[in-house]
């Protein structure tokens, strides 16, 4: 599978990814519409982007800015190999 270059579809993929995001949280709350599945779900979601962030920027600006990612996989090849 070639990169994705095109600037529309990556927007478009942007924006399908975002949709996605939104229709499972709000699935996930109207399963269960209490404050305490807010308050998790909100928790669960910024944590995973931190370490999103992680991943993708404080490990190739700070950590080892040789190392470059590819993707989530290849971050689990270089955090396997690492000594």
Not at 4 to 14: D, G, I, T, V
Not at 44 to 70: E, L, M, N, S
Request: proline letters at 4%.
């Amino acid at each position: 599978m070639a990169d994705l270059e095109n600037p529309k579809l990556m927007w478009l993929k942007a924006a399908l990814l975002l949709l996605i995001g939104l229709i499972a949280g709000a699935l996930v709350w109207v399963e269960s519409p209490h404050l305490r599945t807010g308050a998790l779900l909100a928790l669960c979601i910024w944590g995973f982007c931190r370490a999103y962030y992680f991943t993708f920027y404080v490990i190739q600006h700070y950590i080892d800015p040789k190392y470059r990612f590819a993707g989530l996989l290849d971050f689990v090849r270089y955090w396997m190999g690492r000594k």
